[in-house]
C-alpha cells in the first residue's frame, strides 16, 4: 500500500558513521510513529529509534548518545544519523511507519537496508 525508500546502508569501519534514510510515498505528518528496527542474523527483529507524532523520542539502550533519529515531514522523510558505530550494530536496518486509531491501525516497513561495521 505505501511504500517505503530506505537509503544510506553500506559498509564502513568502526567508530564511523552513516545516515540513514526512509522517504514515504505519502504523508508521514499523520502517523503516530515512524521508527527503524534492525535485525542481525539468527536475531530477533528489534527496536533501535523511534520518533513520535508530537516528536518525541526513545531509543534502544545500546545506541543511546551515538544514533539520532529525526524527521522532515516536507520531504516524509525519517532520518537516523548514526555514530561511532560498533561491529556489534552491524545488520539489517528496516523503516517502520505506524498508525491509526483504535478502530483503524496500519503498520508498513521498508524492504531493509544492510549495515555492516567492520574493519
Known amino acids: 500500500q505505501v511504500q517505503l525508500v530506505e537509503s544510506g546502508g553500506g559498509l564502513v569501519q568502526p567508530g564511523g558513521t552513516l545516515k540513514l534514510s526512509c522517504t514515504a510515498s505519502t504523508s508521514i505528518v499523520s502517523a503516530n510513529s515512524m521508527g527503524w528496527y534492525r535485525q542481525a542474523p539468527g536475531k530477533e527483529r528489534d527496536l533501535v529509534a523511534r520518533i513520535t507524532k508530537r516528536a518525541g523520542t526513545n531509543y534502544a539502550d545500546s545506541v543511546k548518545g551515538r544514533f539520532t533519529i529525526s524527521r522532515d515531514n516536507a520531504k516524509n522523510t525519517v532520518y537516523l544519523q548514526m555514530n561511532s558505530l560498533k561491529p556489534e550494530d552491524t545488520a539489517v536496518y528496516y523503516c517502520?511507519?505506524?498508525?491509526?486509531?483504535?478502530?483503524?491501525?496500519?503498520?508498513?516497513w521498508g524492504q531493509g537496508t544492510q549495515v555492516t561495521v567492520s574493519s
Open positions: 517502520n511507519v505506524a498508525g491509526g486509531s483504535a478502530y483503524f491501525t496500519y503498520d508498513y
